[in-house]
Structure formats: C-alpha cells, structure tokens
C-alpha cells in the first residue's frame, strides 16, 4: 500500500504564489511512481492539473496552469512539489495528488493507482 500525503495548501490572494508537497506517509518510497496532481473545486469534478514520471524527465500539464505551475520531484526527500505561481480565483480546489506504476502517467485518473487526502487551496480576489 502506498500512503500519499499533501501538505502546503492554504488561504491567499490572487498573484500569489503557493508551492504543494507530496510526500510518502511513513516507509512509503514514491521515488519509483509517476505522480500526478489533480484538483476538484466546488461542485466540480476532480480535474488533472499536472503530472511527472518517475525519473522527471516527462511532465504534463493541463492548459488552464501552463505557464503558471510547475511539478519537480527530489528523490532524496522522496518528494513531488507543485509550485503554483500567479494564483487566480478559479484555482480554488481541495489538491490531490496521486501515484502511478506507469512509465508515463496520462492525464486520466484510471492511470493511478494510490492517492492522498488532499489539501485545500483558496484564492480569493
């Protein structure tokens, strides 16, 4: 079982920036998964929002954060990081992210297999 936990969401103002960690809970190593970020806003459905493959050569994004997010992954913290820049309104989502066995991960959920609870992000204006 792979245990995922996100930390880093919080309340800001739009332009701001916020960076989302996802790491593995206790003995969980996610250095071999795929990872991959989604969100879900109020009333939404949960939507990818970026993903890197296990040796961070390959990442995706989806069009609404091109430009303005970035994934990364440190294999020495055993962690994926989101760093969102320029922060708008319709940003605001609960923020999962989740790992993959496969060699590239898509954009679709079927791709992943573990996911974390979530962390919440609200961007006010």
């Known amino acids: 079982q792979v245990e995922l936990v996100e930390s880093g969401g919080g309340s800001v103002q739009a332009g701001a920036s916020l960076k989302l960690s996802c790491t593995g809970s206790?003995?969980?190593?996610?250095?071999?998964?795929?990872i991959g970020w989604f969100r879900q806003a109020p009333g939404k459905d949960r939507e990818f929002v970026a993903s890197?493959?296990?040796?961070?050569?390959?990442?995706s994004y989806a069009e609404s954060v091109k430009g303005r997010f970035g994934i990364s992954r440190e294999h020495g913290r055993n962690a994926v990081y989101l760093q969102m820049n320029d922060l708008k309104t319709e940003d605001t989502a609960i923020y999962y992210c989740?790992?993959?066995?496969?060699?590239?991960?898509?954009?679709?959920?079927?791709?992943?297999?573990?996911w974390g609870q979530g962390t919440a992000v609200t961007v006010s204006s």
């Open positions: 989740a790992a993959s066995p496969e060699v590239v991960p898509s954009s679709g959920e079927h791709d992943y297999k573990f």
């Open positions: 206790g003995r969980t190593l996610i250095n071999s998964y795929g």
């Open positions: 890197i493959n296990w040796s961070a050569i390959t990442a």
